[in-house]
């Protein structure tokens, strides 16, 4: 790519930016867009108290329509404290790898801007014509420019090891810091259900027994001081559907007792059938439907499945529980940590062991073959980057590809964009993969469609693109690893151009689009068009960690692999982190609200993430140094990837499992505490129900009839 189509790509992104950012500042002051802009003031129903530029509901007001840039500052000004209090340890977590990655960016970006990128730039092994400076390629920018053999290659090598050492270090820092606010959040926290309970499964039934008598007669034998009670796990999919279908008939008809015009209740049976009563029709409809609910629960009385939610008085109690094995055989009375009650994930209890089992082998095939289908787009793109193969593609397009404005747009923004619009649809394919596997909360499967949405976007936007065309389809080379390296460091530099305008355009232009959140903009405006008002159904939204995270990982990649070979994309890294950094901030104060909180457990994917991309940076110097005649160089880099390695392997010993697990210290003091506390009674009774399945609960939106007596015992 030649420097005028990143200027292209650049300027298109940056007005997109700057559209987004107007739009979203005039619209979010329009009282009418509060449930898209501000959906948690909404919900709380303090909007008019914590947003005083967005009063006045009625009457015309002109500096509504003018934009400004209030929304920055509020979103600056709040501490981590205030945040936390606001939302979540997740949030806060998420915020974290945005500091991170600024305090990385900002570094390499000192040295590679101001040491790295002026040598590139001198260096004399692609000819540069400096009259005709926005015609040549950014390759001149990269190492790849710098003479074979030259002395100036020791200065890359240096900032190799001060870089590896300055990010280490901020890992270190980071790790600890956010392992002492994992523990002094807990420590705050008041009671919660799923720190007193187990999840128990494969509990062994014989014929003529009831799983709750034999987890009642197991637990009250081998905890006879500690245990409290227990709730066994029923088969509920077909009774979910058909609370859901009854929670949707009843906001119909809520919505429909609001209308202030009688003669809007009456509709058309059918096509062409009679005018009925709609609340007449919808009130009949959901009685059938509360009926056929009443018998379902009545009849999934006996239907247990090989699993109870386990609860105990301590917390410490519940933790030897989850960490001993119970029986001789460890297949059976398998315990697993309990998510929080809002965070079980249902549909998970009705897999069997082994339905479970054949299910992650189902899923892994499934991800494999997404992945490799997914490389069909990334060889389009790659023609797209390449004008000499898109004339070889379409031979009729040859005259309009040799206009400037044609050409510069289509190498620098439209590859970017349409790798953009595919990996779109990746995000959801992995939560279906990941719910898949049976994961027994939603946070369990957010995290699996993480993991699994990193590797994927590492695999197909990186290797994929750094290999199209060469290594992607030699798989001779894996038996060769010693080829690796100068592989990698003749491939990778070559797409530097590539990612600098991926980082614009996915990156700058996708976080100014979350701000102005365009999709629920338009559905919020389709309602009001169609049903006169911005709907009944309204629920806050909560954040996609599962398609964010990997986003900002990626990037992070990126970043750390290209800061030797072609510091020029750093300033892109970020102003994209300092956009993210406000955004997110912002989004996470009004617009995202937590339905669970894992306690910062994401934080190990970051890590982990960050010691892939500097041992990846290693290999690729060790590669670039040989290839560069710098044999010497080449050798003195090998010691770095393993002490960094080393690294990783001392911080995962010394800070991962308190991410895995609470240690005794920390139960035994929150167990004291609660000694004192005169609601833990309350908080015990609360307990013995905090696991049932919503869908058992006794359905009491009408009382037509008298129905709405509960149909299981509580203690179930």
């Not at 987004?20 to 009282?31: E, M």
């Not at 092994?125 to 001149?140: C, G, I, R």
């Not at 189902?362 to 490799?372: E, K, N």
């Not at 080449?634 to 690294?647: E, G």
């Amino acid at each position: 790519m030649i420097l005028s189509a990143l200027l292209t790509s650049v300027g298109i992104n940056l007005g997109l930016c700057l559209l987004f950012f107007t739009l979203y500042s005039i619209l979010k002051k329009q009282p009418i867009n509060a449930k898209v802009y501000a959906p948690r003031f909404v919900a709380a129903k303090e909007k008019e108290k914590e947003s005083p530029s967005e009063t006045e509901a009625n009457g015309f007001n002109f500096e509504r329509l003018l934009p400004t840039a209030g929304w920055v500052r509020r979103a600056w000004q709040p501490s981590e404290d205030q945040f936390l209090s606001a939302t979540s340890l997740d949030a806060v977590v998420f915020m974290r790898i945005f500091v991170f990655s600024l305090r990385v960016f900002g570094f390499a970006a000192v040295i590679g801007v101001f040491v790295l990128l002026p040598i590139n730039f001198l260096g004399t092994q692609l000819e540069v014509d400096f009259s005709d400076l926005t015609n040549k390629s950014l390759d001149s920018f990269s190492i790849s420019n710098v003479d074979d053999g030259s002395n100036w290659l020791w200065v890359h090598f240096c900032a190799a090891y001060i870089f590896s050492a300055f990010v280490c270090y901020l890992l270190y820092n980071e790790y600890s810091y956010i392992s002492s606010r994992r523990i002094a959040h807990f420590y705050s926290s008041k009671p919660q259900p799923n720190q007193f309970t187990v999840l128990v499964r494969g509990i062994p039934v014989p014929s003529g027994s009831s799983s709750s008598e034999i987890i009642e007669n197991f637990f009250t034998e081998y905890y006879s001081s500690t245990y409290l009670s227990h709730t066994m796990v029923r088969r509920t999919s077909k009774l979910q559907r058909l609370t859901k279908d009854a929670d949707k008939v009843y906001r119909t008809l809520a919505r429909i007792k609001s209308e202030k015009d009688p003669q809007q209740r009456f509709k058309r049976d059918g096509l062409f059938g009679r005018k009925v009563d709609a609340l007449d029709h919808y009130g009949k409809k959901l009685d059938d439907l509360e009926d056929t609910v009443r018998l379902e629960q009545s009849s999934l009385a006996g239907k247990e499945v090989s699993a109870a939610f386990v609860s105990f008085k301590s917390r410490l109690a519940a933790a030897v529980a989850l960490h001993i094995q119970q029986g001789t055989n460890p297949t059976e009375w398998v315990t697993e940590s309990a998510p929080e009650p809002q965070d079980v994930h249902w549909p998970f209890f009705s897999s069997s062991f082994i339905k479970r089992w054949i299910c992650k082998l189902v899923v892994l095939v499934a991800y494999a073959a997404v992945t490799i289908l997914y490389l069909i787009p990334v060889v389009i793109v790659q023609g797209l980057a390449n004008l000499s193969t898109l004339e070889t593609w379409f031979p009729f397009l040859t005259s309009i590809l040799t206009l400037t404005v044609v050409s510069e747009v289509i190498t620098g923004y439209l590859p970017s964009l349409i790798l953009q619009l595919f990996l779109k649809l990746v995000p959801p394919i992995m939560i279906v993969l990941s719910s898949m596997e049976g994961y027994i909360s939603f946070s369990q499967i957010q995290k699996g469609a993480c993991m699994k949405m990193l590797l994927f976007t590492i695999w197909n936007i990186f290797f994929a693109n750094v290999l199209s065309g060469t290594a992607l389809y030699r798989f001779d080379i894996l038996l060769e690893p010693k080829k690796i390296p100068g592989l990698l460091a003749d491939a990778v530099p070559a797409q530097a151009s590539f990612f600098i305008s991926y980082v614009v355009t996915s990156g700058w232009t996708s976080v100014s689009s979350e701000l102005f959140r365009m999709i629920p903009l338009i559905f919020s405006i389709i309602k009001r068009l169609f049903s006169g008002k911005d709907g009944d159904e309204f629920e806050v939204p909560s954040i996609k960690y599962h398609s964010e995270i990997p986003r900002i990982l990626f990037f992070g990649v990126l970043g750390i692999t290209y800061f030797l070979l072609a510091p020029l994309i750093l300033p892109f890294l970020l102003v994209y982190c300092c956009m993210g950094y406000l955004i997110y901030r912002n989004q996470l104060l009004n617009v995202y609200a937590p339905k669970y909180d894992t306690g910062g457990k994401f934080w190990p994917i970051v890590h982990g993430s960050t010691i892939f991309s500097l041992v990846l940076m290693h290999i690729i110097a060790i590669g670039m140094f040989g290839i560069k005649d710098l044999a010497l160089a080449s050798s003195l880099m090998v010691p770095l990837p393993i002490l960094t390695l080393l690294f990783n392997e001392y911080c995962r010993k010394r800070f991962l499992p308190i991410f895995e697990s609470y240690p005794v210290e920390c139960l035994v003091k929150k167990d004291k505490e609660d000694q004192s506390d005169p609601s833990m009674d309350a908080f015990y009774d609360k307990l013995s129900t905090a696991y049932e399945d919503p869908a058992l609960i006794p359905r009491r939106q009408r009382s037509t009839d008298g129905h709405n007596s509960p149909l299981l015992p509580a203690e179930v």
